[in-house]
């Protein structure tokens, strides 16, 4: 094209009024320019950060400023963010709030706390992670069965709308029929009357994670950091079809063949079909039990003898470390 001879870089008029003036695309000329020189102190910084990161996948641009500065390469975070952003690298930082609560949908109580979990489809419980890719992110939900932590159904889409959450519930229950308690956090995606409204016509008792409380749903926790530490980290998916097959292929692997130590080393698939190996109970050491009053335990609406924390704090021994607030117990 003739008109684009016309443009001079360097030019006392600036290239954008060039362009405007000659009726070109600033792109076709910014494209024309050659490349700028690789500069290798860039190629090195970026040899060790990739290096670094094969390593501890959790450091961001911060920690690899004082890794570089540990191995005598004086270098600041901005650079370090431009290298890291070019090679797709972060650190595996928290990212999209996944969990917002709608105000105008209805909570229901947790149920959970102290019961035994004995048998398959007794507990089913759901949760959304997001996936990082080369561009954006892709979110992830799941479904559980509690007893022998096989994966059920599972979905992955580009927004947070409900309706991909209705999908992997609806296609849960046609293929293993329906538990009788479901729980799930309080995102807004499970509040909503779409999703409540199938648990609700399959007569399925609702159960949702108190707020602020990380082990009401800690068994998608864990298959969470699974997921992302046996699959998505090692192969960094790019795309959405990436994605679906590598976790089609994960979950198959997951299900069928990876041992799990709270299972006696058994496969959730064997011990969802024989009835026998698993279990769970999540117990709530707050209120501590004693001789007393029957106090309320939130959620549950069971009573249970109790003392104030402080008073079990004051009798502690110096030095002895108080009881933790929740605790898991997995029957192996």
């Not at 959970?112 to 979990?117: I, Q």
């Not at 007794?122 to 992110?137: E, K, N, P």
């Not at 559980?144 to 599972?154: H, K, P, Q």
């Not at 926790?221 to 530490?229: G, I, P, S």
Request: hydrophobic share 35%; glycine share 8%; with cysteine.
């Amino acid at each position: 094209m003739v008109r684009r001879t016309w443009i001079t870089i360097g030019d006392a008029v600036t290239v954008v009024r060039q362009c405007i003036l000659a009726g070109v695309s600033r792109a076709t000329i910014y494209a024309q320019q050659k490349p700028r020189p690789i500069d290798e102190s860039d190629l090195l910084f970026s040899h060790l950060i990739d290096k670094e990161y094969t390593r501890h996948p959790f450091y961001g641009s911060r920690k690899m400023v004082v890794f570089l500065k540990a191995a005598s390469h004086a270098v600041n975070r901005k650079r370090v963010q431009r290298l890291m952003r070019k090679m797709g690298l972060a650190g595996m930082a928290p990212g999209p709030n996944t969990s917002r609560p709608h105000p105008g949908h209805k909570v229901y109580p947790y149920l959970l706390r102290g019961v035994s979990v004995v048998r398959p489809d007794q507990v089913w419980s759901t949760d959304i992670t997001y996936i990082r890719l080369a561009h954006g992110f892709a979110y992830l939900v799941a479904i559980i069965d509690w007893y022998s932590r096989r994966v059920l159904s599972w979905r992955i889409s580009n927004s947070m709308e409900a309706v991909f959450c209705v999908d992997c519930l609806e296609e849960a229950i046609r293929r293993h029929g329906k538990p009788e308690i479901f729980n799930s956090d309080q995102g807004s995606q499970f509040t909503s009357d779409a999703f409540t409204d199938v648990l609700k016509r399959e007569g399925i008792t609702i159960s949702m994670d108190g707020r602020g409380r990380a082990f009401d749903n800690i068994f998608v926790e864990r298959l969470w950091r699974n997921v992302k530490h046996e699959d998505v980290y090692l192969k960094g998916y790019a795309s959405m079809d990436e994605l679906m097959a590598g976790l089609a292929e994960y979950f198959i692997f997951y299900n069928g063949e990876r041992p799990h130590q709270s299972l006696g080393q058994k496969t959730p698939d064997v011990v969802y079909r024989t009835g026998t190996g698993g279990g769970a109970i999540i117990v709530d050491k707050y209120p501590c039990a004693v001789d007393g009053a029957p106090v309320e335990r939130s959620g549950t609406g069971a009573p249970s003898t109790a003392v104030p924390r402080s008073e079990v704090t004051a009798k502690a021994k110096p030095g002895q470390r108080r009881p933790a607030v929740n605790e898991i117990q997995c029957a192996a």
